[in-house]
C-alpha cells in the first residue's frame, strides 16, 4: 500500500495549528491522529490517519507517553491484551510507545480496565529491563 505522505503533512500543519486540547486521563483510550510513519511504525487510517492509543502516562495537560493498539491479535513480550470491556479483542503495542501531545486526540473510545493497565505497567516496566 502506498502512503500519502503529502496527504498527512497537510492534516499534520491543520492539527498543529488547532488551539484545541481535550482533557484526558491516563488508562483511557482515545481515537488519535497518529499519522503516515515510516517503515513498520504504526500508522493511523482514514482521512484523520486515526488509531486508537492507550494513554499510558500522562505528563501533563499537553503531552503523554501513547501506546497503540490492534484488533490483529499477537502474543510476546511486545504485545499486552487490553480489555475496554466490550468483548472485543485487542492489544497494546508495547514496542510503538511514542510521546503524543494531546491536539492529536480525536475522541475518547473507553477506558481499560485497572488489570489490564497493572498488566500493561509491568509489561512495559519488563520491556525496559532488556
Not at 501513547?66 to 497494546?92: C, E, H, W
Not at 486526540?105 to 493497565?117: N, R, T
Request: charged share 30%; net charge positive.
Amino acid at each position: 500500500m502506498k502512503k500519502d505522505f503529502k496527504k498527512w503533512h497537510n492534516a499534520k500543519t491543520e492539527i498543529d495549528n488547532s488551539p484545541k486540547r481535550l482533557f484526558f486521563h491516563e488508562r483511557e483510550v482515545w481515537w488519535c491522529s497518529i499519522g503516515v510513519n515510516v517503515g513498520f511504525e504504526q500508522d493511523g487510517k482514514g482521512e484523520e490517519f486515526t488509531r486508537p492509543v492507550l494513554v499510558f502516562k500522562k505528563f501533563n495537560n499537553e503531552v503523554f507517553w501513547a501506546l497503540p493498539l490492534s484488533t490483529r491479535i499477537k502474543k510476546g513480550k511486545f504485545y499486552q491484551t487490553a480489555n475496554l470491556g466490550d468483548n472485543m479483542p485487542r492489544v497494546v503495542i508495547i514496542s510503538q510507545l511514542r510521546l503524543i501531545d494531546a491536539k492529536r486526540l480525536i475522541d475518547k473510545a473507553g477506558v481499560i480496565s485497572k488489570d489490564s493497565y497493572l498488566n500493561i505497567q509491568k509489561a512495559v516496566i519488563d520491556l525496559c529491563k532488556l
